[in-house]
């Protein structure tokens, strides 16, 4: 896991309701740099804890006087059909917080239809993306990114065993898809393997056949995944960087060189890598910074 100082942790009263979950939760508060004690909270705390500050870090991080540690929520997902009236009354409270946001501290947003290039996709002449069902644990992030504005609260959903439950049932109705991309606005490994999430997530695709998780990640967190049960089943598929953009740019990321050996770790341990320049900053070294991440990865995986 992450060294990580957060200014405050909160736990739904869900995830206290389960032994499973809690024994989660404190894994990750036991390994915090300075102990934190947990708060408890329900739906109804929500807005004062808003108006208390609960998204004061949120905001694109380069634009920020004082970029910290995120505040550690832990959530676990609903699987019902009330999302649109609890929604419905997120919307009311004129909060300003994004829906996604929302979603996740009421404990929605485990799954999404992305109708990319469907008649209802109204940017559907801008992207080539397919429409896929995309899958999440977290909203949130710990990396610290200047261009990012997902900083300031990281929500982290418990409830595993029952996530892939749901996603099961997902993946028997849609049998033509065959990859499933976890997060693109979160970094499951920075709370592993304490969290114990991903691992059981990794190790669910490794009982499947022909269907395969996609982890997309800038960490260097992986010497965790070693004896994981994946099966050739997980893709873990890294945004390199150069040396320049991974130290300034992104300073809680992995480096470059951080990356790339966090990289052959799993590659020795039978995952799939990948690698792709995501996002790529016009520093003034770009060029030559891309041909070096270029010559280690190819001299190291």
């Known amino acids: 896991m992450y060294d990580l100082t957060p ?3 909160y736990v739904h009263e869900r995830v206290l309701a389960d032994e499973r979950y809690r024994r989660r939760m404190r894994r990750v508060v036991a390994a915090l740099k300075a102990p934190v004690e947990p708060r408890p909270f329900g739906d ?3 807005p004062d804890m808003i108006r208390q500050g609960l998204l004061a870090g949120r905001g694109p991080m380069g634009t920020l006087a004082d970029v910290r540690d995120p505040i550690l929520l832990f959530n676990a997902f609903r699987f019902d059909d009330q999302q649109e009236e609890r929604m419905g009354w997120a919307r009311s409270l004129d909060a300003g917080v994004w829906e996604g946001t929302w979603r996740a501290l009421l404990g929605y947003g485990a799954f999404h239809w992305a109708d ?5 996709d109204h940017a559907r002449h801008d992207k080539v993306c397919r429409p896929c069902w995309r899958i999440h644990l977290q909203e949130g992030c710990v990396h ?7 900083g300031g609260l990281l929500v982290s ?9 749901c996603l099961g049932q997902i993946i028997a109705r849609h049998p033509w898809q065959e990859t499933y991309l976890l997060d693109d606005d979160a970094d499951p490994p920075c709370l592993e393997p304490e969290q114990d999430t991903l691992g ?3 190790e669910y695709f490794g009982t499947l056949k022909g269907r395969y998780l996609v982890v997309h990640t800038k960490t260097w967190n992986t010497a965790w995944m070693r004896n994981l049960r994946h099966n050739g089943n997980t893709i873990v598929v890294w945004s390199l960087s150069g040396p320049t953009q991974s130290a300034v ?4 990321t992995g480096t470059t060189a951080q990356r790339i050996e966090a990289a ?3 590659q020795e341990a039978g995952y799939t890598i990948r690698y792709k320049f995501k996002p790529i900053i016009p520093v003034r070294t770009w060029r030559e910074d891309a041909a070096a991440a270029v010559q280690q990865l190819f001299a190291h995986t």
């Open 116 to 120: 990319y290039n469907l008649a209802s």
């Open 200 to 202: 059981p997530l990794i």
């Open 157 to 165: 959903m418990l409830n595993i065993e029952e996530y892939c439950h």
């Open 7 to 9: 200014p405050a942790v």
């Open 44 to 46: 109804a705390d929500l």
């Open 249 to 252: 740019i992104e300073p809680r």
């Open 264 to 266: 052959r770790v799993a």
């Open 144 to 150: 610290r990114c200047i261009y990012c504005g997902l």
